[in-house]
């Protein structure tokens, strides 16, 4: 699986939108990009996937670039709530299902 | 989606002990996964849990330390054996349903060994 190299933390004003970048240079073209977030004392829980198009939830959006080597997760309104851990995994979509998880990006949702 | 519960939440072992933690998912799903996390660390792998057969152990991780079992579609146990301080981590269990890309996660053992 590519390794991807995100942010150590970030910093969002409540209200505003976070943006969170992953850079995935050596994905290949069987590769999903995926976000979990991980909220504190509690398990991950999945947001979003995506190939090579652009994809929405009712959790987030997910850009990812034209040569698939960066993308970007969208929380289009911060909250408090969303302070968390956020991992950007790349893989390729199989039965085995496992997940290799890398360092993350602190995200720190100020009022 | 899955619900997925473990027992117990928390525990403080003492060395040389074994714990045995359960995963308990509330519909049939195709795959569980073990994980570790440290302190202060990211998520690490320990272990594909199969039914019926053993588990898939992934680098650095072996079935003296961390035996596990599942004997069916929706439960599967690890065991932290022979236990020492390094080995005070959360333990979580997390699992597929069908053909779905989503992985679900239960929300931690919390392990302390004094």
């Known amino acids: 699986d590519a390794k991807t190299t995100q942010p150590t933390s970030m910093d969002c004003a409540e209200g505003r939108a976070a943006n969170l970048p992953c850079n995935h240079s050596?994905?290949?073209?069987?590769?999903?990009v995926y976000w979990y977030r991980q909220i504190h004392s509690q398990g991950p829980q999945y947001i979003i996937h995506?190939?090579?198009n652009n994809e929405t939830n009712e959790m987030a959006s997910l850009i990812i670039t034209e040569d698939r080597k960066s993308s970007t997760l969208i929380l289009p309104h911060a909250t408090l709530r969303d302070t968390a851990v956020y991992y950007c995994?790349?893989?390729?979509?199989?039965?085995?299902?496992?997940?290799?998880f890398g360092q993350g990006t602190t995200l720190q949702v100020k009022p | 989606s899955a619900v997925i519960s473990q027992k117990p939440s928390r525990d403080i072992c003492q060395r040389g002990t074994s714990l045995t933690i359960q995963c308990q998912v509330d519909?049939?799903?195709?795959?569980m996964f073990w994980y570790r996390q440290q302190p202060g660390q990211s998520l690490t792998l320990i272990a594909t849990?199969?039914?019926?057969?053993?588990?898939?152990?992934e680098s650095g991780f072996v079935i003296d330390k961390f035996p596990i079992s599942r004997p069916n579609l929706t439960f599967s146990t690890l065991t932290v054996s022979n236990m020492s301080p390094e080995d005070s981590s959360i333990y979580l269990c997390?699992?597929?349903?069908?053909?779905?890309?989503?992985?679900?996660f239960g929300s931690g053992t919390q392990l302390s060994v004094l």
């Open positions: 997390s699992a597929k349903t069908g053909s779905g890309e989503k992985l679900f």
């Open positions: 050596t994905i290949s073209g069987n590769e999903y």
């Open positions: 995506g190939l090579k």
């Open positions: 995994i790349v893989r390729v979509a199989s039965n085995t299902g496992k997940l290799i």
């Open positions: 519909s049939q799903v195709t795959m």
């Open positions: 849990a199969n039914q019926g057969s053993e588990a898939t152990y």
